[in-house]
């Protein structure tokens, strides 16, 4: 039985999948975290403690010190001996994999994972090796922003180096929405989690073709390929990510070339040893990159894919952690496709309630249904942490899935009471 170091987690799926994943394994994990409050206030009324709070320890430093997180891991690690090191959320990769480097542990290497996770460095990283991306330019202020948008050439997309689930993300037509777009960039200088942001933003040509995403698990030194995802896209001018199908309805030319792109990206940011979801335009010119990230996906694909394939991400990422071999050969589950989708609210208010749950809920091949409760406010969706809610469906029949999620969505219909949120 192992013993894992949890440093910090997103609160949303993967925060559950990966204290069951550990669990199931028979291991136990110590979890360590800045503001346990923000773990309590996630669980939500009547729905009992968080699952990442049965940790066998939960302790409190800060974490968003890394020279001093990573003396207070060695004196716990002293005490109650760690196997493995790990964390669901983004802002906290680099501060793991320096932590399982100081300790000894299995991980990544550092400089690989603070790349991925600064995509200004990683498209620089990426290019350099002759990776296949949208043409770029990194700025630091507005007269440089301005500049070099007029050489790229409008519409493009604009876009902070250092933040998640889309936060920001915006397509800008011409100037005045690109001067909009940086500006709010500009008025978000601390992420989330009380982190200073790095100030500078990426500016990319606009790439048109579907977007996928590669799923896939390297292990000293070779990388298998779990599978590919589709993603759906709306919320313009944002990019928010409104449902996805496993596996994508691809030609197999086409996979085999998202694939063969998203592996030789990891390859050329040097990422080992590591669950990572990486994202995929398949544009008339072939795939390009749109991101690299170095952990399981988010947005339920992890459950996407363990319902078609059997295969278990979070526990693959655990088992990488542990230093140990993961389990990726894939069995029969009787399932051709599972789906998602998630519910986004199109106005300011306060959720009043979600008409027709009932009938969702009770709908052939519906796995998940989960709904914001009543009294939330709301706002017009601007990124992924403003979903209402999502719905799971699976098929027997390989790409049937995706359509069958949509008609489930189709009935859900939130009542907002319109004011400000």
């Known amino acids: 039985m192992g013993h894992l170091l949890m440093i910090e987690s997103w609160v949303g799926a993967m925060s559950r999948l990966l204290p069951r994943a550990i669990g199931e394994a028979g291991h136990r994990f110590t979890f360590l975290t800045r503001d346990l409050h923000h773990y309590l206030r996630a669980a939500g009324p009547g729905s009992g403690p968080h699952p990442l709070l049965a940790a066998q320890h939960v302790l409190t430093a800060e974490t968003n010190d890394t020279p001093a997180l990573l003396d207070f891991a060695e004196r716990l690690h002293r005490v109650l001996r760690f196997d493995g090191v790990l964390s669901s959320c983004d802002y906290y990769l680099p501060a793991v994999a320096r932590v399982a480097d100081r300790l000894g542990l299995p991980g990544p290497a550092p400089e690989a994972v603070e790349a991925a996770c600064r995509k200004d460095t990683s498209r620089r990283l990426l290019a350099r090796a002759g990776v296949p991306g949208p043409r770029f330019a990194v700025c630091q202020d507005w007269p440089e922003t301005a500049e070099a948008a007029a050489d790229l050439g409008y519409p493009l997309v604009i876009k902070p180096v250092d933040l998640c689930a889309g936060m920001y993300v915006r397509k800008a037509a011409d100037e005045r929405q690109l001067a909009e777009a940086w500006k709010a960039i500009g008025g978000f200088p601390v992420n989330a989690r009380g982190q200073r942001r790095i100030p500078a933003v990426l500016l990319e040509e606009l790439l048109t073709g579907p977007e996928v995403s590669v799923e896939t698990v390297s292990w000293d030194g070779t990388c298998q390929v779990v599978g590919v995802t589709d993603k759906s896209l709306g ?58 990230n170095p952990r399981p996906a988010g947005n339920r694909i992890t459950e996407l894919v363990r319902h078609v394939t059997g295969i278990d991400l979070p526990g693959a990422a655990v088992d990488v952690a542990l230093g140990r071999r993961p389990d990726l050969e894939p069995r029969e589950t009787g399932v051709g496709s599972a789906a998602v989708g998630f519910l986004l609210p199109d106005r300011d208010g306060e959720l009043a309630g979600i008409d027709g749950a009932g009938p969702a809920a009770a709908a052939d091949g519906v796995r998940e249904l989960e709904l914001a409760a009543p009294g939330r406010a709301v706002r017009p969706a601007a990124s992924n942490n403003d979903y209402l809610g999502h719905v799971m469906v699976t098929d027997a029949r390989p790409g049937a899935a995706r359509r069958r999620v949509a008609d489930v969505l189709a009935g859900l219909r939130p009542r907002i009471t319109e004011g400000p949120a």
């Open 235 to 292: 919320g313009a001018p944002a990019f928010i990510e409104t449902g996805h199908m496993f596996p994508a309805a691809l030609e197999p030319a086409d996979r085999r070339a998202a694939a063969g792109t998203a592996v030789a990206a990891l390859q050329a940011l040097g990422l080992d040893r590591v669950v990572a979801h990486t994202e995929i335009r398949l544009t008339p010119d072939g795939p390009r990159v749109i991101e690299v």
